[in-house]
């Protein structure tokens, strides 16, 4: 296997650049335009062994 040509290393380079640009751009317009989560309100994840059900996520739970 050769090593990448000069022009090829730079063209990576720069594509790794754009790509991390563009997902921090988006993280930062995402957190600025979206309404702030509630960490109190969200039901828990895994509410196994707690005492407490689970809340919302499933269609077929008993209401």
Known sequence: MSA?????TSTRK???WVFWV???GF???DFRTSA???LRDEPPLIAAGSG???????CS???
């Not at 990448?4 to 090829?8: N, V």
């Not at 407490?52 to 499933?58: A, M, N, P, V």
Request: charged content about 20%; glycine content about 8%.
């Open 4 to 8: 990448p040509t000069p022009a090829r």
């Open 22 to 24: 563009m997902l921090i």
């Open 27 to 29: 993280v930062v317009w």
């Open 61 to 63: 739970m008993s209401k």
């Open 36 to 38: 702030p989560i509630d």
């Open 52 to 58: 407490r059900s689970s809340t919302g996520g499933h």
């Open 14 to 16: 720069r594509l790794a």
